[in-house]
C-alpha cells in the first residue's frame, strides 16, 4: 500500500513538473517591442559619450516545425555624440530609410528547445542588417536544463561558445520563472574575434592573471511565463560590458556597454508573409564579419568610383605638399590607403599607369600598396615587378613590407609561393631570400588566426628543403630551415629533426651551421608546444659529443620551453660534470641571470633557477671575461601591465679569440601581450673555421698569444678561402627572420672595391657629374609617407554591431632642397682628369636652402565602426613641424680655409605645434554632413572650482641674447578636472601648444658664421698686443737668470729630498717591525705592503723623478731641460699668438646689423719646446680668455695649465705627469694644483667632504682593502702614485689636502710590459719630440691615406700585444 502511495505522489509530482522549453505556438505571431543601444567612452556620467541605438517591434511567428520567421516592424535607428545622460539620442532618418527595405524583409531561423540553428535570409540583406537580427535571436538562446536551477556549461551565441552560468527560479504566488543567465566573454571557445597588426604579438596570460588589459561579461534576465507545451518569454534584458585599459588604473578605463530590452507587447494571429526572393543559408548565431577591416574608424568614406576618388586624392597630396607638409597630410595618406583598400587590381594599375612618370604621384603609390595589406595590392606589387616597372631597390623595399602586412589567407600564401618560385626571382638571391622569409611569416600570420590550419601551406618549404639536402646545397637548406623557424608550425618538426644531430642520418654530413639554423628553426615552435620541443632540446644540449655551440644554442631553446623545477634541476646536474668549460659557463650565467628575471612569464623559471643556482657550485661564477656568457634583464610594472626585457648571448670558443656568435634581443610586454620586437645575431663560423688553420687556434697559447695571432690572421685575410661564407648576420623584428646577410670573401672585395672607387673612371665620371650638377643648380623634393602604427581588434556585442578598438598612426615628411654651386676660378666645361688636383686649387662657394617638415597623426579609440555607421569615443593626437634652413660655405682649398654662414630663413607662423583632443564622433554613411563631434569634457560651469584651471590659455616668450631671436610658446587646455580629483578628468578635453620662432626687437640678425684656418699665416682677426719686457732686461738675459733659478731650486729639493727619505725609511723599518707577526704573501711585492700597513695604517717612502736621476742621464736631451718646464716656458712666452703663426683657428660668431660678437679657438705648436697651447678668446676687445698649455719635457714628464680670467690670469690649474722609482718600482706621478678654483668646484667639494663625515668611509674603506690616514697635505693640491711592485700588481696612493689613501699590492688582469727601470720597450723607438718637430698639419691633411694609417695602427697594435706577451710569460716564469 505504500509502494503504491508513494508512486502515485511521483506521478502527480511529475504531472506538475513544468517543462522548461521556450514554445512559440503555431498559427500565432508573437510581438515584441524591442530595444538595443550600444554606448563607448569613460564610466563617469558627465562625460561624452558615443554609441547608437536601434528600436523597432519584432515579430516572431511558426512556420513549420522548429522553423520559425523574424521580421522587424517600424525599425528606427539613432546615433548618439553627447554629455552623457544630459545630451538625447539623434535619430538617424536618413540611414533608417536607406535600409528601411532590407530591416523588413523577414528572415527565417531555426529553433529547436531554446537553442538557434542555422539562420536564413535572402542575398540582398546585408551582412550588417543579418547581425541586427542576430542580435535579436541571441536573446532567445536558453539551454535550460529542468533537473537542476544552478550549473554551468558553454554555449553558443553570437561571441563564439563561451562559458555560460545558469539560475532558475520559480515564484509560486506569481507562477513566473526567473532565468539568470551570465557569460564570461575571456573564457570563449572558437571566439568569434577579428585582429590587425597583432599577428605576432604572444598572448601573456601570465600577465593576466592579476591585472586584464580587457574584459567583457554579459548578463541576461529572464521573466518567463508557464505554459502547456512550454514556457513564453515575457520580457528579457540583456547587460553587456567591455572594458579596456592600457594600463592598471583604479580611476577607470575605457568602456563599451551594451544593452537591450524585449518585451511581449501582444499575441496576434496576423500571418507573416516571407520575402518571394530566395532563402539561403547565412551562417549560425555567430557574428558574421563584413568589410570591417577595409574602413578606418576614423573617417567615413562612401567610395563610389575608387579609381577616380584615388586619383584626386593623390592630385590634393601633390598640389598642397609641394614646398611643405600639410599638418592633415597624414590623415590624407590614410584616405588614400583606404581607397586603395577597397580598390580592385585593375583599378590600381590604372591609376600606377596614369601616374608613375610622375615622381611624387609614383613614390606615393609606391609607399601606400605595401600597407593596404590586400590581395589586390600584393598580385600589383608582384606583376609590375615581372613587368620591369619596378626597380630593385623599389621593389625590395615594397616587398620586404608588402609580405609581412599583407593579409594572410590562402590566397594571399599561393600569391607569395608563385612568387618566390618565379625564375625572375630566384635569379636574385637577396630578393629570393626576402620573399621566401616572408612567405614564412604569412604561413605564421595565418596559422595566429586559425589554430587549424593545414601543414600543405609548407609543402613548398618542406620540398625545397629535401631537395637542398640531396643535392647538398648548405646556402639553401639554411634559407628552408629560417623559413620553416618563422612560420614555427608544429608540423615541421620532422623536416627539422632530420637535420639535427642524433636525429637524423642527414644531420651526420651537415656543418656546424646549419646544426644551430636547425636548432634555431624549433624557437617558435617551442613558443605554441613546448613539451613537443623540450625533450629534443634537452637531449642536444646533453650531447657532449656534439660541437659546444650547438649546445649552447639549444641551452637557449631549452631555456626558452621554460622548464619546470625537476628540469631545471637535472640541467644543473648535468653543467657540473661538463667538461667543456664554455658550455658551463654559457648555462651557468644564464641560469643564473635568470633568477633575477621579474617577468610575469619568466616568474615560474626565475623559481627553478634559483634552485639550480644553489646545486652548481659557486666556482662556475668565477669565469674569465672571454668566457661564453649569457645576459638577461628585464623589468615589469604591474600597476602600468608594462615591462621590458633584454638578452644577450656571447658564444666564444675556446681554441679562437674571435666569438662564433653574438646575439641580442629586445622584448617589450604592454596590455597583456608580449613580444620579441627585435633580435640582431651576428655569427663568424666561417671565420672561426679560416682562424683555426692559423697558429690563432693554438690551444696552450694565451688569450695575449691568440689575440695577436688573431690580428695577424685578420691582417692576411685575402688568403682566406672564397668558397666558405666568413660570418653572417640577421635582423628579427617581432619574431620574425626578416632578413640575413652572409659575410664572405667576395662581399668584403665588393665592399672594399665600392669604398674605393673614389681612383676609379666611374668615380670620376660620378664627380664630374655631381659638379656639373651642382653649379648648374639642383632642386630636388623628397616626400616619405609611412604608416607607423595599426593595430586593431573587433569583437562582437549583443546588439549585434561590433565593438572596435585600436590604435593608427600615419607620418609624413617632406624636404624641398635647392643647391647651387659657384667656382673661382671657373673650371674649364670638359672636366676630364685631373678633377680632384683642379678642385683643390679652386675657391668653391656653396649656397643651400631647405626646407624639412614632418606631420604625425595619431588615433586610438573604442566604440561602433561598420560600413554604414560610425560611433566611437576616441583620442586624437598631431605633432607638425618646420624646420627651414639656409646655408652658404665657402671652401677656399689652396689657403685651406673653410666658412659656413647659416643665414635667416623664411620661417612659417609656427615651427612646431603639438595639439591632443578627447573627441565622440558620430556619423553615418547616408548623411555625413550631419557628423557630430564633441569633446569628452563638458563646459565648466561659472561656480566650478579644481586645482588645475579647467580652461588654460597662455604665452610665454623669450629672446634669445645677442642673436636677437623671439621665441614664444603658446599653451591651451581645457579639460573637465572640475568634475573632481581624477587624473582621467584633466586627460580628456582639448590641449595644444605652438612654438614660434622670429626676428627680436633689436638690431636684426644677418647670419651665423663658422671658420675653419688650416695652418693661417696668422690668426685671422687678431688684434696686435704689445708685449711688455721685464725691465728692458733682453731675452737672452731672461733666459740666463731662469736657468739659473731653476738650478737653485733643484738643488734645494735634492736636499730636502734627501732628508725626507731617510725619515721616511727610518719610519718605514720602525713600521715593519712593528707589525712582523702579520700574515706574508708569496709575492715580494704583497710582502712589502703588508709590512708598510698596520692596523689600517701605513707609510711610504719618496717617489724619485726620472729625469733627474744620474743612469738615465744619458737618455736626456738638451730638450728635456729644466728651462722647458711649463712655468719656465710661460715666463718666457705667456701667450704663443705673439710670436707663432696658429695651427688651426676656429671662430663661430654672430654678424647683427650692429656688430660682430662670437669667440675664436686658436691652437699653437711651439715645435722646438714640444709646446701646444689652446686659446678661447672673444673676437672683440674683451680680454677675457681661457688659455690651455701642455708641455711634454722629456719622454718622462709632461705638464699641461689651464688658465682663464683677464688674459689667462685670473684663475689656474695645473695637472704635472711623471715617471720615476717608488720605494725601487717603477711609477708614475700625477699631481694637481690650483689656484683660485673657481666657487662652483670648492662649493661642490665642500659639499663632498661634509657628506663624507657622516658616511661610514673609513669602514667602506677597510672593507674595500683601502689604508686611510689623516694627514695635513699641502693646500690646493691632490697627489696619485701608481707603482708597480710586479707586472701584475700596482700599488695606488692619493694624497689629498686632509688625508693620504692607498690600496696596495692590488692585483691585475693581466701582466703591464713596463720593465723595473720604468721603461717600455715598445715605446723605445718612439721619439715624440721628433715627430712633433716634423709635424705638418696642412700637408698631413692633404696627404691621408687611409690604408697606411690602418696599416700603421694594427702595426702598433700587434707590437703593443708582443710585450704583453712577453710580461705575462715573465710573470709566469
Request: charged share 20%; hydrophobic share 45%; glycine share 4%.
Amino acid at each position: 500500500m505504500r509502494v503504491l502511495v508513494f508512486a502515485l505522489t511521483v506521478a502527480l509530482a511529475a504531472s506538475q513538473q513544468i517543462n522548461l522549453v521556450p514554445e512559440f505556438a503555431a498559427g500565432k505571431t508573437y510581438v515584441y517591442k524591442y530595444e538595443g543601444q550600444i554606448l563607448g567612452g569613460l564610466p563617469q556620467e558627465g562625460l561624452g559619450k558615443a554609441g547608437m541605438k536601434v528600436s523597432c517591434k519584432a515579430l516572431i511567428r511558426a512556420e513549420a516545425q522548429n522553423t520559425y520567421l523574424l521580421k522587424l516592424a517600424d525599425p528606427k535607428i539613432y546615433e548618439y555624440a553627447g554629455i552623457w545622460p544630459k545630451d538625447q539620442f539623434a535619430p538617424a532618418s536618413k540611414l533608417t530609410a536607406a535600409l528601411n527595405a532590407q530591416l523588413a524583409t523577414p528572415i527565417r531561423f531555426e529553433y529547436a528547445n531554446g537553442a538557434v540553428g542555422k539562420v536564413f535570409a535572402p542575398a540582398r540583406v546585408s551582412a550588417t542588417v543579418l547581425n541586427l537580427h542576430r542580435g535579436i535571436l541571441n536573446i532567445l538562446q536558453l539551454n535550460l536544463k529542468n533537473t537542476q536551477n544552478v550549473y554551468e556549461m558553454h554555449e553558443a551565441g553570437a561571441h563564439g561558445v563561451c562559458k555560460t552560468h545558469y539560475m532558475i527560479t520559480e515564484d509560486a504566488k506569481s507562477h513566473q520563472i526567473t532565468v539568470l543567465k551570465s557569460k564570461d566573454l575571456t573564457n570563449c571557445h572558437e571566439r568569434v574575434i577579428k585582429d590587425a597588426g597583432l599577428a605576432h604579438a604572444e598572448k601573456c596570460a601570465e600577465c593576466q592573471q592579476r591585472f586584464q588589459s580587457l574584459t567583457g561579461t554579459v548578463t541576461y534576465s529572464y521573466t518567463m511565463k508557464p505554459t502547456d507545451a512550454g514556457v513564453q518569454v515575457s520580457e528579457a534584458t540583456v547587460d553587456e560590458i567591455h572594458q579596456y585599459s592600457l594600463f592598471n588604473t583604479i580611476t577607470g578605463a575605457a568602456q563599451m556597454r551594451a544593452k537591450q530590452t524585449l518585451r511581449l507587447m501582444e499575441v496576434q494571429g496576423t500571418p507573416i508573409a516571407p520575402d518571394n526572393a530566395q532563402y539561403s543559408a547565412r551562417g549560425s548565431l555567430k557574428y558574421e564579419f563584413g568589410a570591417e577591416l577595409l574602413q578606418t574608424p576614423i573617417q567615413l568614406l562612401k567610395i563610389r568610383n575608387a579609381e577616380a576618388q584615388t586619383a584626386e586624392v593623390l592630385q590634393h597630396l601633390a598640389a598642397n605638399n609641394a614646398d611643405m607638409i600639410h599638418e592633415d597630410a597624414p590623415l590624407k595618406f590614410l584616405q588614400l590607403v583606404q581607397l586603395l583598400r577597397a580598390a580592385t587590381f585593375e583599378n590600381i594599375q590604372a591609376i600606377w599607369n596614369q601616374h608613375k612618370t610622375k615622381p611624387l604621384h609614383r613614390q606615393w603609390i609606391l609607399d601606400a600598396a605595401p600597407v593596404v595589406s590586400t590581395h589586390a595590392a600584393l598580385r600589383f606589387i608582384k606583376e609590375k615587378f615581372q613587368a620591369g616597372e619596378f626597380s630593385a631597390p623599389e621593389f625590395t623595399r615594397a616587398l620586404l613590407l608588402g609580405l609581412h602586412l599583407a593579409t594572410a589567407d590562402p590566397e594571399a600564401i599561393q600569391q607569395a609561393a608563385s612568387l618566390a618560385q618565379s625564375p625572375k626571382i630566384r635569379a636574385m638571391p637577396a630578393l629570393h631570400e626576402v620573399i621566401m622569409l616572408g612567405y614564412g611569416s604569412m604561413v605564421a600570420k595565418y596559422c595566429a588566426e586559425v589554430p587549424t590550419c593545414s601543414a600543405d601551406h609548407l609543402k613548398l618549404v618542406h620540398d625545397h628543403a629535401a631537395e637542398a639536402i640531396a643535392k647538398g646545397k648548405i646556402s639553401e637548406i639554411s634559407l628552408a630551415l629560417k623559413v620553416l623557424g618563422n612560420a614555427g608550425h608544429p608540423a615541421s618538426l620532422k623536416p627539422i629533426m632530420k637535420l639535427l644531430p642524433g636525429f637524423g642520418s642527414a644531420a651526420a654530413a651537415m656543418p656546424t651551421r646549419v646544426h644551430v639554423d636547425a636548432i634555431l628553426a624549433l624557437r617558435n615552435i617551442a613558443k605554441k608546444e613546448p613539451k613537443l620541443v623540450q625533450p629534443v632540446a634537452l637531449q642536444l644540449f646533453m650531447d657532449k659529443n656534439l660541437h659546444p655551440e650547438a649546445r649552447m644554442v639549444a641551452c637557449i631553446v631549452l631555456f626558452e620551453t621554460k622548464p619546470s623545477v625537476a628540469l631545471m634541476s637535472t640541467v644543473a646536474g648535468e653543467i657540473e660534470k661538463e667538461p667543456r668549460n664554455e658550455v658551463a659557463s654559457f648555462a651557468y650565467s644564464y641560469i643564473k641571470s635568470l633568477t633575477r628575471s621579474t617577468a610575469p612569464d619568466l616568474v615560474n623559471i626565475a623559481a627553478a633557477a634559483n634552485v639550480a643556482v644553489r646545486i652548481l657550485s659557486p666556482k662556475l661564477d668565477r669565469q674569465s671575461y672571454f668566457s661564453s656568457t649569457a645576459y638577461h634583464l628585464d623589468l615589469y610594472v604591474s600597476p602600468l601591465i608594462a615591462g621590458a626585457a633584454g638578452t644577450a648571448f656571447i658564444i666564444n670558443d675556446a681554441a679562437t679569440i674571435v666569438p662564433r656568435a653574438v646575439v641580442a634581443k629586445a622584448r617589450a610586454y604592454l596590455a597583456g601581450a608580449a613580444s620579441d620586437v627585435l633580435e640582431v645575431g651576428v655569427r663568424t663560423e666561417g671565420l672561426q673555421k679560416a682562424l683555426q688553420r692559423t697558429p690563432a687556434a693554438d690551444e696552450n697559447a694565451d688569450r695575449i698569444t691568440k689575440i695577436k695571432h688573431t690580428l695577424k690572421a685578420l691582417m692576411n685575410w685575402k688568403a682566406m678561402p672564397a668558397s666558405e661564407p666568413l660570418g653572417s648576420i640577421y635582423f628579427k623584428a617581432f619574431g620574425q627572420e626578416i632578413a640575413f646577410t652572409n659575410i664572405d670573401k667576395t662581399f668584403i672585395d665588393n665592399a672594399i672595391e665600392q669604398a674605393t672607387q673614389a681612383a676609379k673612371p666611374r668615380a670620376r665620371q660620378l664627380l664630374k657629374e655631381t659638379v656639373k650638377a651642382l653649379q648648374a643648380g639642383i632642386s630636388y623634393q623628397f616626400a616619405k609617407l609611412m604608416l607607423t602604427a595599426e593595430f586593431r581588434r573587433i569583437v562582437p556585442t549583443a546588439v549585434g554591431v561590433p565593438m572596435e578598438l585600436g590604435v593608427l598612426s600615419a607620418a609624413v615628411t617632406a624636404a624641398a632642397v635647392n643647391v647651387k654651386a659657384t667656382a673661382t676660378p671657373p673650371l674649364p666645361e670638359n672636366l676630364e682628369t685631373g678633377i680632384l688636383d683642379q678642385l683643390r686649387k679652386t675657391d668653391i662657394d656653396l649656397q643651400a636652402e631647405a626646407r624639412p617638415s614632418a606631420a604625425i597623426q595619431s588615433f586610438s579609440w573604442i566604440g561602433v565602426n561598420i560600413v554604414l555607421i560610425q560611433a566611437s569615443v576616441m583620442a586624437r593626437g598631431k605633432i607638425h613641424t618646420v624646420a627651414p634652413f639656409k646655408v652658404a660655405a665657402r671652401a677656399d682649398f689652396p689657403r685651406g680655409n673653410i666658412k659656413v654662414q647659416i643665414l635667416p630663413a623664411e620661417a612659417p607662423d609656427h615651427v612646431a605645434a603639438v595639439s591632443f583632443e578627447t573627441v565622440a564622433v558620430a556619423r553615418n554613411m547616408e548623411d555625413h554632413p550631419a557628423e557630430r563631434v564633441i569633446s569628452l569634457a563638458p563646459a565648466a560651469p561659472s561656480s566650478a572650482q579644481s586645482l588645475i584651471p579647467a580652461s588654460i590659455q597662455k604665452s610665454l616668450c623669450g629672446k634669445v641674447p645677442y642673436f636677437q631671436v623671439k621665441g614664444c610658446i603658446e599653451v591651451a587646455s581645457h579639460n573637465a578636472g572640475f568634475m573632481g580629483y581624477n587624473p582621467i578628468y584633466y586627460v580628456v578635453g582639448q590641449h595644444s601648444a605652438r612654438i614660434s620662432v622670429g626676428r627680436g626687437d633689436g638690431p636684426a640678425l644677418e647670419r651665423v658664421e663658422f671658420e675653419v684656418h688650416i695652418a693661417p699665416e696668422k690668426a685671422p682677426e687678431k688684434s696686435v698686443r704689445e708685449t711688455n719686457p721685464a725691465s728692458g732686461e733682453t731675452q737672452e738675459e731672461n733666459i740666463i737668470l731662469l736657468k739659473l733659478r731653476e738650478y737653485l731650486e733643484a738643488g734645494l729639493k735634492k736636499s730636502s729630498s734627501s732628508s725626507s727619505s731617510s725619515n721616511s725609511t727610518s719610519s718605514s723599518r720602525s713600521s715593519s717591525r712593528s707589525s712582523s707577526g702579520s700574515s706574508r704573501s708569496s709575492s715580494s711585492s704583497q710582502s712589502s705592503s703588508s709590512a708598510r700597513m698596520s692596523r689600517g695604517h701605513f707609510t711610504h717612502g719618496p717617489f724619485e723623478k726620472f729625469h733627474k736621476n744620474q743612469y738615465l742621464a744619458t737618455e736626456i736631451t738638451s730638450k728635456a731641460s729644466s728651462s722647458s718646464s711649463i712655468e719656465a716656458l710661460q715666463r718666457q712666452a705667456k701667450l704663443l699668438e705673439d710670436s707663432i703663426a696658429p695651427a688651426f683657428v676656429i671662430i663661430a660668431r654672430v654678424v647683427r646689423s650692429d656688430r660682430k660678437l662670437g669667440y675664436q679657438l686658436a691652437a699653437y705648436l711651439d715645435k722646438p719646446n714640444s709646446r701646444a697651447q689652446l686659446v678661447l678668446s672673444s673676437t672683440s676687445n674683451d680680454q677675457w680668455k681661457l688659455c690651455a698649455d701642455g708641455v711634454l719635457s722629456s719622454k718622462h714628464k709632461a705638464s699641461a695649465r689651464v688658465g682663464w680670467g683677464s688674459e689667462c690670469q685670473d684663475s689656474s690649474a695645473t695637472v704635472k705627469a711623471e715617471t720615476g722609482l717608488h720605494e725601487s718600482s717603477p711609477a708614475a706621478r700625477f699631481k694637481l694644483d690650483w689656484d683660485k678654483a673657481p666657487r662652483l668646484v670648492t662649493t661642490a667639494a665642500m659639499n663632498v667632504m661634509r657628506a663624507c663625515e657622516y658616511l661610514p668611509m673609513q669602514t667602506a674603506a677597510r672593507l674595500a682593502g683601502i689604508a686611510v690616514n689623516r694627514a695635513e697635505n699641502k693646500a690646493n693640491s691632490v697627489v696619485i702614485i701608481i707603482a708597480l711592485p710586479t707586472k701584475r700588481s700596482a700599488d695606488i696612493i692619493v694624497k689629498a689636502p686632509r688625508m693620504t689613501a692607498a690600496k696596495l699590492a692590488m692585483p691585475l688582469p693581466f701582466g703591464l710590459p713596463v720593465e723595473k727601470d720604468g721603461s717600455i720597450p715598445v715605446l723605445q723607438d718612439l721619439d715624440i719630440q721628433d715627430a712633433i718637430e716634423k709635424l705638418d698639419i696642412r700637408a698631413a691633411v692633404q696627404n691621408f691615406d687611409a690604408d697606411a694609417a690602418v696599416e700603421r695602427a694594427i702595426d702598433a697594435v700587434t707590437r703593443v700585444l708582443n710585450e704583453f706577451e712577453k710580461a705575462q710569460n715573465e710573470q709566469e716564469i
